[in-house]
């Protein structure tokens, strides 16, 4: 239970928090571009980039903290 409710407070976090993720030299290319749509793409793509890496991690832990608990029950 704690888990779960663990796991929809960081889902909540976040879709929560609003995220630019670009670099400065980025940043300051596409700041005089008109209509900002392009930095919205970088900003989305990077983030949708980032977040994977974030979730393999929880995952592999996810399952190491599984498999320790299995043992431990077992025991």
Known sequence: MKVRIFI???FILFLSVDVEAQCAMCRAVLETEQGQSTAEGINDGIVYLMIFPYLL?????YFIWKSRRKKHVEE
């Open 8 to 10: 929809t407070a960081v």
């Open 57 to 61: 991690m929880a995952g592999v832990a």
